[in-house]
């Protein structure tokens, strides 16, 4: 469904990105983790065409799309999440699920990624705030949410415009135990309700053992190791290198 060959980014003579291979199937929940400075954000926006590779291939759906546009790229289905700070904080919940769907229809103000496309109805953005968990939030300013409660609402957001690969990058950061627990509970709900395959950045290793179906390990750029959890937490390099021995 997403892949990638010998995927690299070079930031002057630093490699942050080194002849990355990913192949994340259909259905799948992906799990991108390493230390800081691993690569992975870096990873997320040559993916996304957010910055420009400096070598290798992107593919989607089997299709290599290395140099389709970013903006192209959520109509046909791949969509990174929406960023909190993205939000339009004057504007209700629902109003926010539902401006992403009018900016489809009526052209960019600062959601140019979303040019044309479907438009969603109020019955539908409510469901996905039902999906979310905000149903009984629909109708308070975006401002007035918890810094959790924001988060699913960019999850809301990126759900509207009907991604078949969503790329959430921390979508737990920043949360406590209980609201992390919710947050992962909700995201795996929304992979089978929603048909999704999902690719998530996330540093907090007992919802990433739990939830992931593949964990890909980066270090220094380089995938150090791609496997189920309990292959994962069994892997010697990958102990040494991130795991902490
Ligand atoms: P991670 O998300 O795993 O913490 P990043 O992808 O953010 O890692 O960063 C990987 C490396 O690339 C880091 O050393 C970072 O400093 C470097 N880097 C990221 N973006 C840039 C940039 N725009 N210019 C120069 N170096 C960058």
């Known amino acids: 469904m997403l892949g990638a060959r010998g995927l690299t980014k070079s930031f002057g003579g630093f490699v942050a990105v080194d ?12 799990s991108i983790i390493g230390p800081n400075g691993a690569g992975k954000t870096t990873l997320f926006n040559v993916l996304t065409n957010a910055l420009t590779p400096s070598g290798g291939q ?4 089997g299709e290599e799309i290395t140099d389709v546009p970013q903006h192209e790229r959520p109509h046909m289905g ?4 929406f960023q909190s700070n993205q ?10 699920v539902r401006i992403v769907a009018q900016t489809i229809e009526q052209g960019p103000f600062s959601f140019d990624l979303f040019r044309t496309g479907r438009r969603v ?5 409510y469901e996905i705030l039902e999906r979310v968990g ?3 939030q629909a109708h308070e300013s975006a401002a007035n949410l918890s810094h959790g409660d924001q988060r699913r609402l960019t999850i809301a957001m990126s759900l509207a415009t009907d991604p078949s690969v969503l790329l959430l990058d921390e979508p737990t950061s ?7 627990e919710e947050t992962a509970a909700m995201i795996e709900s929304l992979q089978s309700e929603y048909d999704l395959t999902l690719v998530l950045i996330e540093h907090d290793m007992s919802i990433v053992l739990s939830m992931s179906d593949r964990i890909t390990v980066l270090n220094r750029g380089q995938v150090l190791a791609t496997g189920p959890p309990d292959e994962i937490q069994a892997n010697d390099a990958v102990q040494t290198a991130y795991l902490g021995g």
């Open 134 to 136: 905000l149903a009984e």
């Open 174 to 180: 920043g949360m406590g135990p209980t609201e992390t």
């Open 121 to 125: 109805a109020e019955e539908d953005a």
């Open 19 to 30: 002849g990355v291979d990913l192949a994340v199937q259909e259905g799948e929940l992906r």
């Open 78 to 81: 791949l969509v990174r999440s």
């Open 58 to 61: 992107v593919y989607f759906g």
């Open 87 to 96: 939000l339009f904080e004057e504007q209700t919940v629902l109003e926010n």
